[in-house]
């Protein structure tokens, strides 16, 4: 178990200037102007929020659950002051070579200070229930040319967004102290989409809780606001359920590799106190099997061989579909788990991708692949369990295989989340469902880093040489930042793309490389769905204008303390000239 983090250890057009670093605002907000004056920043500043003086302090950690505006601001602002004035980098990557301390403004020469930050909001938050859902997360930022900075949000979340982009202004002085060379700063700004995730498996690799915080963290510098936790598969079962405790008890890796009740709070506050709400997956009716080491009289298929008939991974297992166990078994899981995640958040994701049909005819209460037997049983299991989830105020989300493969019809009130491409989106649409996009072609990080099967001398090594993973190749943040989801919808449909996730699948990713498995790229996804996939003036978004501000995104993450992979060689950072790194035809 974890101990509650702090909420607070309190109590336009970029114009790229080779000696100055790019107004490296990520994701690039909506409208932005700014100056060259500098400005320097300490820790005398008079904050106020509404009216009311802010004290913060970054070296006081407190633990606390709140979720009114005030304590979501408070804990926003310390992080904020934390993050600018402990966490700040000495930029030599980004002005020209050997060329840092003649392009710094002088240490020596009479220093402007921001001297205050007037907060105001005119929403208010009372609880977690205010922070999910449809949040209205713009917001307008001010810094004069005198040190004075003014933020307006309708919701607690707006200011945090606010106070990310006002973080980002800053660098650290080779000879000490915090300034930023870009006053005045005017930016109006709101996102685009209002779903941008990463989903985040922490079934097939044990996932501490630390390196989940670590994430949401850097969800929150990222505008990100969705964590998507795939919390069980086949592999294993790391979430406790009081109500069942064999189920962690004898499917979790070993013992501790669990989350316990208090965990599974304690991220989703930490969440939403950080704009991101934690949507959690337990996926059903596939996906199943180790299930089967506490509750063999709900699972078919558990360690069918050879695996490859009956599942897509060793190893096997699904929810038998003509058993009345089940029933009661997810009556008594869902019971469980949704009434302590339904005041955090809105939805219950409950999978269903990648039902095996050949896996039924091992079940002997269906004992066959025959579809025209088995749609019944899925519309049966579909209806029943969006019911679960109903019954708890949460909206259910699915895998597209339910709608599209299966034949199943469903509640217009169901999200869909899609993989498998544009047709399926352009099919989900068209059926009028909300959807989630992940097309792996594009946004699945766990690509292109070679197979993690083993194959024996002989023909399985024939064959599979050179042992490509199924998704290969990798998703550069290029490729991910190319990608429009909306691409040839009408108006219309393209508004029922509420958004999109990347994904990182963890058979072979675990804690060790998690930061460099999700950033840069998921920063990709982020400024994609933020600022969308087009600039002011309807152009596609380009790379010579991205890579300098991820370049320098990248540096910021690495401060804070995420080790984000890099997005290239220096030489081509420095002086933040992107076209130095560019092919031209
Ligand atoms: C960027 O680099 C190219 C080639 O190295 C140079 O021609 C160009 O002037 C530079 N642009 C800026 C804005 O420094
Ligand atoms: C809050 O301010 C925004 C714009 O600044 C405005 O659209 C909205 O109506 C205001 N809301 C309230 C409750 O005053
Ligand atoms: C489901 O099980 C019942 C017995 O419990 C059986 O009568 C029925 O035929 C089964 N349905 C299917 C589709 O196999
Ligand atoms: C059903 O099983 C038969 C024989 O086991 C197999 O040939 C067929 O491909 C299977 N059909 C499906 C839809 O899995
Ligand atoms: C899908 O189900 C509907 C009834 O719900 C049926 O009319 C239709 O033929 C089915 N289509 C397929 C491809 O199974
Ligand atoms: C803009 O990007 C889309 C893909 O997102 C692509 O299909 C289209 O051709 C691009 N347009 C231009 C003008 O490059």
């Not at 990557?93 to 060329?99: E, I, S, V, W």
């Not at 969705?226 to 592999?235: E, G, K, P, V």
């Not at 339910?402 to 019809?409: A, G, K, R, S």
Request: aromatic share 10%; hydrophobic share 40%; proline share 5%.
């Amino acid at each position: 178990m974890m101990s509650l983090p702090s909420c607070g250890r309190i109590l336009s057009s970029l114009l790229l200037l080779s000696i100055t670093p790019a107004l490296a605002i990520w994701p690039v907000p909506e409208k932005i102007s700014s100056g060259d004056k500098t400005l320097w920043i300490g820790e005398d500043i008079h904050i106020t929020y509404n009216g009311q003086r802010l004290p913060w302090n970054i070296n006081s950690p407190a633990k606390c659950k709140g979720f009114s505006s005030a304590e979501i601001v408070k804990g926003a602002v310390s992080r904020t002051l934390k993050a600018i004035l402990e966490d700040a980098f000495v930029p030599w990557m980004l002005y020209d070579r050997l060329a840092l301390e003649e392009t710094e403004p002088s240490a020596s020469a009479e220093k402007t200070f921001i001297t205050s930050i007037t907060i105001a909001q005119n929403g208010t938050e009372k609880s977690s229930k205010s922070l999910i859902g449809d949040i209205d997360e713009s917001y307008k930022l001010s810094v004069s040319g005198v040190g004075e900075v003014k933020i307006h949000a309708v919701s607690s979340i707006g200011v945090l967004r606010a106070l990310e982009s006002f973080s980002q202004l800053f660098f650290q002085h080779s000879e000490g102290g915090v300034y930023t060379t870009m006053a005045p700063v005017d930016i109006t700004d709101k996102p685009q989409y209002e779903h941008r995730g990463i989903l985040f498996d922490v079934s097939r690799s044990y996932f501490s809780v630390e390196s989940i915080y670590r994430t949401i963290d850097a969800m929150a510098w990222n505008k990100l606001n969705r964590l998507h936790i795939h919390a069980t598969d086949s592999q294993s079962w790391p979430l406790e359920i009081p109500a069942m405790p064999e189920l962690s008890g004898k499917g979790s890796y070993a013992k501790g590799k669990t989350y316990t009740p208090e965990d599974v709070e304690s991220i989703q506050i930490y969440a939403l106190q950080r704009g991101v709400q934690v949507i959690f997956e337990i996926d059903t009716p596939g996906h199943f099997g180790v299930a089967a080491l506490s509750h063999p009289e709900v699972v078919a298929a558990w360690q069918a061989t050879p695996w490859q008939n009956y599942c897509a991974q060793p190893p096997c297992g699904q929810l038998k579909l003509n058993e009345s166990k089940v029933d009661k078994f997810l009556d008594t899981l869902m019971d469980d788990f949704l009434p302590r995640t339904n005041a955090y958040s809105s939805y219950h994701h409950i999978g269903g991708d990648e039902v095996n049909f050949n896996a039924i005819a091992l079940d002997e209460t269906v004992g066959t692949n025959d579809s025209t037997v088995i749609q019944p049983l899925l519309q049966d299991f579909i209806d029943k369990h969006h019911g679960r989830v109903r019954k708890h105020g949460l909206t259910p989300i699915v895998w597209e295989e339910f709608p599209l493969h299966y034949n199943v019809t469903m509640g217009k009130d169901v999200v869909v989340q899609s993989w498998l491409g544009d047709e399926a989106i352009r099919d989900l649409v068209s059926r009028g469902f909300k959807t989630i996009v992940s097309n792996y072609n594009f946004w699945y990080l766990d690509c292109g880093r070679g197979h993690w099967l083993n194959f024996d001398n002989g023909p399985a090594f024939q064959t599979f040489y050179p042992f490509n993973d199924w998704c290969s190749p990798a998703k550069g943040w290029r490729l991910i930042y190319s990608y429009d989801p909306r691409a040839g919808l009408t108006e219309e449909e393209a508004k029922l793309v509420i958004g999109g996730e990347v994904a990182a699948w963890s058979e072979s990713i675990d804690e060790t490389i998690i930061d460099s498995i999700l950033w840069p790229r998921s920063s990709a996804l982020a400024e994609l769905l933020w600022s969308g996939r087009t600039d002011a003036a309807g152009q596609n978004r380009s790379q010579i204008d991205a890579a300098p501000r991820l370049s320098e995104f990248r540096e910021r993450m690495v401060a804070r303390g995420v080790m984000s992979a890099p997005i290239y060689m220096p030489f081509c950072t420095q002086a933040m000239n992107a076209t130095a790194c560019e092919f031209v035809m």
